[in-house]
């Protein structure tokens, strides 16, 4: 009984599965909408104050959006 329960678990017929993918979607979307308002933000600043390291700074901004879209995409296809 308790292997069915683990397997079950592991496969997606179980509640806590449920539970896992929609905290992670959740979770996952909330960093995007983080990161896509910071960029917004970083792109303020970067007319208003320039610098020699804007560039990486946007770098960073661009790395960041990319880093939550996959998560994004992880957490709705894979998880």
Sequence with gaps: MFNTDIVSFFTGRSLGFFFIKSFSIVFSLL????AVVTFKQVQDITKAVLNERNRFIMLYSWIQIMIG???????IFFI
Excluded: P
């Design 31 to 34: 960093f995007t909408v983080y």
């Design 69 to 75: 879209i996959a998560l994004l995409l992880y957490a």
